[in-house]
């Protein structure tokens, strides 16, 4: 269309929206990038520290991640003109962070290496960074259980100021984010480990069947030969080297087996309730997924025996009653122990459960209760039945 010319209507119109759509794109892709960012620890306390640079108009910003209860290390920072505050370790009770770390709370100062509501064993690095103000606050996980402090957030000024009720709130928000990110990001981490371990467990059993089957099955037929043909000692030679190298790749297949199958006991009993999810839906043909809410903490055997149990007893009890069309199995920390749930959308009756575990709900319940758990069994109010099993900690956390 030559220059000067006038658009058609409908044209125009078509142009309009695709700009239009154009525009809603570039936003969701801008949101694809800042949902991916959060699900990677390291890209969310990056991000933190700028963010509290912007918002709150700080010359400085840093978060430190905790490296046990007791210690945290200032890793991310945006504003540094040098590296001094890089990868500081500081323990409970030093300086502005270990304030935080020991009372949980806010702390700020108008000018730290003059300040007498702290310890100075950081003077040097801070004078090296060519900080005053400064204020910080804790970045807490209040998901599941009690409330822990995970991080530090800090804003810095370069000279004396006071840090108003404010500025505190703002970094308080931020810290609010950033925990939620953070529990993201850890729970995504979860997943991708249970992915792997998942994809290790495939593989052992696809070469225990396979390349496991084919080395017995020829080692019976080197004995055999042997049997056959004792009266021929060079082709007896040959056999024996053959049966050696048998022998040696059994080995090594054994080894193998064992390195795939190494994996600890928190990213273990996902694995295996995920396993068991698939396994039913195989088998029936009906959704089952599993989904773990939050990190769990290791068990003991007896423990975690009683939530696979759970499992499997629910996913029978749906198999033989529940004429269901999906299931749900779910994982994850609650009042101060942990909950598991199989939770069905069908309409059969409610099941007593016995087979194929060898225990009914009833026997559960008492397993349960002897840890000072419980186990329940019940129709929801949309027409599916749910069975829960909640345990508590082995040993719940004390006060920091």
Request: glycine fraction near 10%; charge should be negative.
């Amino acid at each position: 269309m030559c220059e000067g010319w006038p658009v058609p209507a409908e044209q125009h119109v078509a142009m309009e929206r695709a700009v239009e759509r154009s525009s809603v794109l570039d936003g969701l892709l801008r949101e694809r990038e800042s949902l991916l960012a959060s699900l990677d620890r390291v890209a969310a306390l990056r991000g933190t520290a700028q963010l509290i640079r912007e918002t709150l108009g700080a010359h400085s910003g840093f978060v430190a991640d905790l490296d046990g209860p007791d210690e945290a290390v200032i890793r991310w920072l945006a504003g540094n003109r040098t590296a001094s505050l890089q990868n500081l370790r500081l323990r409970i009770g030093q300086g502005i962070g270990g304030r935080v770390l020991a009372l949980g709370e806010p702390a700020r100062v108008s000018d730290y290496v003059s300040s007498p509501t702290i310890t100075h064993q950081f003077d040097a690095q801070v004078r090296g960074e060519g900080l005053a103000a400064m204020l910080a606050v804790p970045i807490i996980d209040r998901y599941g259980g009690r409330p822990r402090t995970v991080a530090i957030a800090y804003a810095a000024l370069r000279e004396r100021a006071e840090f108003g009720d404010d500025a505190v709130r703002d970094l308080e928000a931020i810290a609010d984010q950033a925990a939620n990110a953070l529990r993201l990001a850890t729970v995504a981490e979860s997943r991708r480990a249970d992915a792997v371990a998942a994809e290790r467990r495939r593989m052992q059993s696809a070469l225990h069947d396979s390349v496991g089957a084919l080395l017995f099955s020829i080692g019976v037929q080197v004995r055999d030969l042997h049997q056959s043909i004792q009266d021929n000692p060079a082709l007896d030679l040959r056999l024996r080297r053959l049966e050696s190298d048998v022998s040696a790749a059994s080995s090594a297949l054994r080894e193998a087996l064992l390195a795939l199958s190494e994996s600890s006991p928190e990213r273990a009993l996902p694995v295996e309730l995920a396993e068991h999810c698939r396994s039913f839906e195989a088998r029936r043909g009906v959704p089952a997924r599993f989904v773990q809410l939050a990190p769990v903490p290791p068990m003991d055997a007896e423990r975690t025996a009683l939530v696979v149990a759970v499992v499997r007893e629910g996913l029978l009890n749906v198999e033989k009653h529940a004429r269901a069309h999906s299931v749900v199995v779910s994982l994850g920390p609650c009042d101060g122990g942990l909950q598991v749930m199989v939770a069905d959308d069908g309409t059969g009756d409610v099941g007593e459960g016995g087979e194929g575990t060898g225990m009914g709900l009833r026997s559960l319940a008492e397993r349960a209760a002897r840890l000072g758990g419980r186990v329940s069994l019940v129709r929801d109010e949309d027409g599916g039945c749910t069975l829960r099993a909640w345990l508590p900690d082995v040993e719940p956390p004390g006060p920091r």
